[in-house]
Structures are given as structure tokens and as C-alpha cells.
């Protein structure tokens, strides 16, 4: 089932929606990068440009964090 979540990126209230698992494995990579959610969800959204939309790059981020944990990809 996919909830909405909200955030604060740069200033602005926003939302984005993601399956829990989705969101539970962000947390797990900020808390392994040693920061915060908030910090590293405006990571992704600075990197993600203008096309497509926040919650596909937070998707995007994760399936890319573990293919390089897993040693499948290289991470960008």
C-alpha cells in the first residue's frame, strides 16, 4: 500500500508518496551515511532535476543504493 509522506525541501512543504518499505530504506541509508532523512531526501531531489518527480527519484535512489551494496551497479 503506498502512503503519502511530507517533508520541508529548501524552505517549501511538499509530499511525496511511497510504499513503507521504500521509506523505511531511506532511513536506513541516512542513518548509514550518518545523516538525517530530511538532509538526504534534498540530496536526491537536488540530483533528480526537473524531469520526473520526487517520489520516483526516491525509488530510483534506493533500488541504486542496493544494487551497489549488493555489488551489482556502481553508485552515482
Known amino acids: 500500500m503506498i502512503r503519502k509522506y511530507?517533508?520541508?525541501l529548501h524552505g517549501h512543504r511538499?509530499?511525496?508518496s511511497l510504499e513503507p518499505?521504500?521509506?523505511d530504506e531511506l532511513k536506513r541509508i541516512a542513518?548509514?551515511?550518518a545523516m538525517p532523512l530530511a538532509a538526504l531526501?534534498?540530496?536526491i531531489d537536488d540530483a533528480r532535476g526537473?524531469?520526473?518527480n520526487l517520489?520516483?527519484?526516491l525509488r530510483l535512489f534506493v533500488l541504486q543504493w542496493l544494487k551497489q551494496r549488493a555489488g551489482?551497479?556502481?553508485?552515482n
Do not use: I, K, Q, Y
Request: overall charge negative; aromatic content about 8%.
Open 41 to 43: 531526501l534534498r540530496e
Open 50 to 52: 526537473v524531469e520526473g
Open 6 to 8: 511530507s517533508t520541508t
Open 21 to 23: 518499505a521504500f521509506h
Open 14 to 16: 511538499t509530499s511525496f
Open 72 to 75: 551489482d551497479a556502481p553508485l
Open 55 to 57: 517520489s520516483s527519484a
Open 31 to 33: 542513518d548509514a551515511r
